[in-house]
């Protein structure tokens, strides 16, 4: 079955070091996506691609860095210049195309200790 | 201006109750809308699509007024397993998801 992957599902970090996201998509979607979720808010866009080797920034991406070096594989840094580091992260994917449905990984929870 | 917005709740209503969610979006030139659902401590999950005649679920009826940027969601004959966050999902023209602050909703017996 096709799908997105999201790793580590949970991941404590200490103050002062990157961490890396990865999210594995074999659906072959052009566009791929992360967000931040903190308790109690919604989704807020740090970075998105919509091919490979491209990617733009969203409306929260200062402390975070991608890459986007295959079509299926879009992993989220989070680094040391993120000063609230703690919360939810989610990948995202989709085709272009005003119907397709937006597919999910289960999420990543980021924990700075 | 948020891109979208999202009345944030919650909405706590009984039961068989009908409930109505709304959201507005700035940007004239998107595309498409919907509507997820999230429960606790999970990713979203979609609820349906939201075309420009309006459509309908079930018990779910979603409606979009393009000349007022808004789309909303009408939730008929509550249950308890209908108690989430409501999130509003709009795709502009460049492939932007951009994803409303989400309204929560919870159903008493």
């Known amino acids: 079955d096709g799908g997105i992957t999201q790793s580590p599902k949970y991941l404590f970090r200490k103050e002062g070091q990157n961490v890396t996201l990865s999210c594995e998509q074999n659906l072959n979607h052009d566009a791929m996506y992360w967000y931040r979720q903190d308790p109690g808010q919604g989704l807020r866009l740090i970075y998105y691609?919509?091919?490979?080797?491209?990617?733009q920034k969203g409306d929260i991406a200062e402390g975070y860095s991608v890459s986007r070096e295959k079509k299926e594989s879009f992993p989220l840094t989070v680094t040391s210049a993120q000063k609230n580091p703690t919360a939810f992260y989610l990948c995202t994917s989709s085709t272009p195309g005003h119907r397709n449905t937006i597919y999910f990984g289960e999420g990543s929870w980021l924990t700075v200790v | 201006r948020k891109e979208v917005e999202q009345d944030p709740g919650p909405f706590n209503v009984p039961e068989g109750a009908t409930v109505a969610f709304n959201c507005t979006y700035s940007n004239s030139a998107s595309q498409s809308f919907f509507w997820y659902r999230q429960d606790c401590r999970k990713e979203p999950k979609l609820l349906m699509s939201?075309?420009?005649s309006g459509n309908e679920d079930g018990r779910f009826t979603a409606q979009l007024n393009r000349a007022s940027q808004y789309i909303s969601l009408l939730i008929r004959d509550s249950k308890l397993s209908d108690s989430a966050t409501y999130l509003c999902v709009v795709r502009s023209s460049a492939s932007k998801i951009i994803f409303g602050s989400g309204t929560r909703l919870s159903i008493r017996p």
């Open positions: 691609s919509q091919i490979v080797n491209d990617f």
């Open positions: 939201v075309y420009s």
